[in-house]
């Protein structure tokens, strides 16, 4: 079977045309950084694991779900809204997402500025980033007040 060389100008054509119509090296370089900082995302914790213990009086068990549940929320994310990319129109899916955190966000605040008025003396997780650093620099020098 012999090829013609004019269909096999045709196919050259047609994939040259298809390439100029694709990414540029720029937008691939892009995303390829953006997938890289994403997935190295669920991994960086991991090293402030045995801090995180000390501060928030957490146990070995507890804390090891941290980086676990984050990479189960990204495997959730990745199973439920990735498709949606492909079924609704995806500036309404990220404007929808965008407000759909930014109202959680309200209401976790909300929740917080509430906890802080019923029980002041009670400290909030991030308080005991503070406590935990405030304490170890009065404990490292005694002289200081």
């Known amino acids: 079977m012999e090829v013609k060389p004019e269909s096999v100008r045709a196919r050259v054509s047609e994939h040259s045309s298809a390439a100029s119509d694709g990414l540029s090296n720029l937008q691939l370089a892009t995303m390829a950084l953006a997938a ?3 997935a190295a995302n669920l991994y960086y914790c991991q090293p402030l694991l ?3 213990a000390r501060s928030l009086h957490m146990t070995a068990r507890e804390t090891a779900d941290i980086p676990m549940l984050t ?3 990204y495997a959730l994310g990745l199973l439920f809204f990735a498709p949606l990319g492909d079924m609704v129109e995806r500036r309404g899916l990220a404007l929808g997402l965008l407000a759909f955190l930014d109202r959680y966000q309200s209401a976790v605040d909300k929740a917080h500025v509430d906890r802080r008025r019923h029980r002041p003396n009670q400290p909030l997780y991030y308080d005991a980033f503070t406590d935990h ?3 170890s620099d009065h404990s490292e020098n005694p002289s200081a007040t």
């Open 36 to 38: 890289a900082v994403t």
């Open 71 to 73: 990479q189960v929320g």
């Open 133 to 135: 650093r405030q304490s």
């Open 50 to 52: 045995s801090q995180i």
